[in-house]
DNA sequence: CTGAAAGCGCTTACAG
DNA sequence: CTGAAAGCGCTTACAG
């Protein structure tokens, strides 16, 4: 800038003016500075600018699960539209599902000074968040509530989908129902098989606990768990399960056996309705999810004391054949 | 840090000394610097650090054409691998395929000093890029290559692929082999249907251009041109979809009017293999763009003067029962 | 309409 | 081992 100012022959804030298209710039003045600007190549420097200013850095950070995975990426485009929207920009992060490597990124995301964060979190204390919350960061938490402390939530009505999928297989004569899943610990499986249980016992029946296989995936964990449930005197007649990969896996071993099991999938994918008989699924709706938290953010950072809120999303049963299967 | 240095009865530069780790620091002093440092909830700023320093931002910026699209998700996240082991964090963008759009975020990015950018361009003249590129900006080209300038660029061999699908599907007995796309007007396509000439040119086989339907998607577009293929006095027998729509959308037909059409579909995605048949595929390695874009990217920041490079990765044919149906 | 001075929160180069 | 001064590239508040 200092250069500009010299080959245009004005002062700093001269080119000040002009480069932020303030008023008050004679004509001519203004010419000599752009003129000066593009022989020189120059370009304001926001880092600057922002430190300057002293408040918003105008951006925002993405901590998701993981960047790759297609719910994370869907929400990641809806925060980044409504980021457009409000002239920001969007770090990304992925934690991996590692609670270190979350920290890890949220420090170096406040250090950055990012006006604020949006979060899929891994771990389950999140008190070095209200830390910095305290000292005007910003934070939503998506798809998962903030551990040990109060703060905004996104979060899709889980247990709502689990019972509907449930209720579906009931209505279609079910009574036999397995629920299939991994990943035991985190919010929204806990959430699902809850939402099983309650819609089993709404309809008088007894649950099962052999029909409820969640746990860590092992090799071999799903063709195996199949097979039990498939097989034996009282076999399951229907599955649910609690993610895509379940789904797929589950598709195969039932495909390969030959069976006929009806199945209710958790999370709608890519040519679901392709495969043959097409996949019944609960869908969930990821860029609804990025959307209403980058709202939530945006009103946080626009107004200083909003009361804290839980926004729950509902999911939607999606019927496409596997799951209207009739019990044998 | 003033008020941390007050606070502890130091000098400003005693407190940089401790939190940037710096030896020779009084071990009672350092303590002292750590207590005001925890009860003032300081926090260094990366901003006002990486101003002084005068350097690097530690941060890059990738340029997608759709952040939520599988391949460019699956890119970013390679990317940002590569960036957390080079200590940089990633900031996202989604042109949406549009070059208005593209120049904006480069020229927010580039505002914002990242030290580079990965750039999967939309547009066809990058010459804008070049300016700072000069100035000291790098920038690698991913999936397409730059327009009217010269940059690095990582590209994936879409002649090939095509033409491994063509001569695939001849080697299975095929003659009338037709291809269909959308956005004729990109890079990629433009290269598949090149390879497509190619291979059956190479096979002595004269090119009929009703065969060739590659054309802005529009309403009803697929479903209409996949009945004009597979009908009349001369059909075609195999089909070569150049994206996992037409893939999709050709299926569906095929299927809806119990045809049996060889196809190999470019791009692998999710359950191609859960589809009865199972769908042949030309596929691509988005994460091996990414992580060999990024180290591109990682060695123009390390040394100063390189020349520029093209890589091309290969891509892979994956059998699976669609491409393997033999001509009636 | 234009400019000189101070300052954002740090680090660098130097002195003690 | 510790500190006072200058400066990174801008903007703010004030004066002319």
């Known amino acids: 800038m200092v250069d500009v100012a010299r080959q245009a022959g004005v002062s700093l804030k001269t080119v000040s003016r002009v480069i932020n298209n303030e008023a008050g710039v004679h004509e001519g ?8 600007v593009s022989r020189l190549g120059f370009r304001r420097n926001d880092v600057a600018r922002n430190l300057r200013r002293g408040l918003s ?3 925002i950070g993405v901590l998701v699960e993981d960047i790759a995975h297609t ?13 457009r929207e409000h002239g920001h920009l969007v770090l990304v992060g992925s934690s991996d599902q590692d609670p270190v490597r979350e920290r890890e990124l949220f420090s170096a995301f406040v250090s950055r000074r990012v006006d604020g964060l949006i979060i899929v979190p891994a771990g389950d204390d999140h008190r070095y968040v209200a830390r910095e919350m305290l ?5 939503v938490f998506v798809d998962r509530p903030s551990g040990r402390i109060a703060a905004d939530a996104v979060l899709s009505d889980n247990a709502g ?21 991994e990943r035991p610990g985190i919010y929204p499986i806990r959430e699902r098989v809850a939402g099983y249980r309650a819609a089993l016992t709404k309809a008088g029946i007894a649950v099962d606990e052999r029909l409820i296989r969640v ?31 379940m789904t797929v896996a589950m598709l195969r071993t ?15 994918f890519e040519s679901s309705d392709l495969i043959e008989p097409a996949v019944t699924v609960v869908a969930q709706d990821p ?21 804290i809120e839980r926004i729950v999303l509902p999911t939607r049963l999606i019927t496409r054949g596997s799951g209207e299967i009739p019990p044998p």
Chains 1, 2 share one sequence.
Request: proline share 1%; with cysteine; charged share 25%.
């Open 57 to 59: 850095t105008a951006s």
């Open 135 to 139: 000292l005007g960061t910003a934070a």
């Open 215 to 245: 746990d860590r995936a092992r090799e071999g964990f799903t063709d195996r768990i199949a097979l039990d449930l498939l097989e034996g005197d009282d076999p399951a007649t229907a599955v649910v399960t609690l993610s895509n990969l």
């Open 287 to 307: 860029m609804a999810l990025g959307r209403t938290a980058a709202s939530l953010l945006f009103a946080r950072l626009a107004a200083e004391s909003r009361s």
């Open 71 to 83: 719910a994370c990426s869907a929400l990641t485009w809806a925060v980044e539209q409504a980021a």
């Open 254 to 268: 039932i495909r390969r056996e030959g069976r006929r099991v009806a199945l209710v999938g958790f999370d709608d």
């Open 29 to 36: 003045t203004a010419a000599r500075v752009h003129e000066a």
């Open 161 to 181: 989908g689990a019972r509907a999928a449930v209720d579906h297989l009931l209505a279609h004569g079910h009574r036999r129902i397995a629920v299939v899943g």
